[in-house]
């Protein structure tokens, strides 16, 4: 791939990722999406199909910079799962894109399984085998919760935000986001040691 289709190719993906984030699969517009990136929507089709293809390859793209981003410490578990929170809060798409996967692209319908935890699999089998950490946790079901609890402390967050928000504290001050982190953390810690 040339420089110049690759740039083509990275400019629909962010123009995808935005749209799709606003709009899920069903109400995005390969026109809009064509219109953002200033390329003719024919490129779309070129480089992934169809907006099926183009979804897959925005998850995709946003998986690979989670785990590069938030590589998974095995020995430090309750500390990743904090680094992740911390990204997911950094990056509000991430949770839409993931909510609108889920409704209209869930496992087995098309595409790559994006929500795969490969990545995971080998340090958490070595920790395990190593006894790092507790036998308990098969290592595919462990990276599943990991980042089920992440994501799922997010929603708690935003919903607690949400809840509060006629009250005059700022509930994303960086006092009320530590505070959740460490409660997050100090879950993971009573998790992994029983």
């Known amino acids: 791939?040339?420089?110049?289709?690759?740039?083509?190719?990275?400019?629909?993906?962010?123009?995808?990722?935005?749209?799709?984030?606003?709009?899920?699969?069903?109400?995005?517009?390969?026109?809009?999406?064509?219109?953002?990136?200033?390329?003719?929507?024919?490129?779309?089709?070129?480089?992934?199909?169809?907006?099926?293809?183009?979804?897959?390859?925005?998850?995709?793209?946003?998986?690979?910079?989670?785990?590069?981003?938030?590589?998974?410490?095995?020995?430090?578990?309750?500390?990743?799962?904090?680094?992740?929170?911390?990204?997911?809060?950094?990056?509000?798409?991430?949770?839409?894109?993931?909510?609108?996967?889920?409704?209209?692209?869930?496992?087995?319908?098309?595409?790559k399984n994006i929500g795969s935890y490969d990545h995971a699999l080998a340090p958490l089998t070595a920790a395990r085998d190593e006894g790092r950490i507790d036998t308990t946790f098969n290592p595919v079901d462990l990276a599943v919760i990991l980042y089920g609890l992440a994501s799922a402390w997010h929603h708690v967050f935003a919903a607690q935000r949400d809840t509060e928000s006629g009250t005059t504290d700022d509930v994303w001050s960086a006092q009320r986001l530590t505070e959740h982190r460490e409660a997050l953390i100090e879950a993971v810690r009573r998790l992994m040691t029983g």
């Open 1 to 111: 791939m040339t420089s110049d289709s690759s740039a083509s190719r990275g400019r629909l993906l962010d123009a995808a990722a935005s749209e799709f984030s606003a709009h899920g699969l069903a109400g995005a517009r390969v026109a809009r999406i064509a219109s953002s990136a200033k390329l003719n929507k024919e490129r779309i089709y070129a480089y992934f199909g169809d907006k099926e293809g183009l979804f897959d390859a925005v998850m995709d793209q946003r998986h690979v910079e989670v785990m590069a981003a938030v590589p998974l410490d095995a020995d430090d578990l309750p500390g990743y799962v904090g680094r992740l929170f911390d990204y997911i809060i950094s990056h509000p798409d991430l949770m839409r894109l993931a909510a609108w996967k889920q409704l209209e692209r869930p496992l087995g319908q098309g595409g």
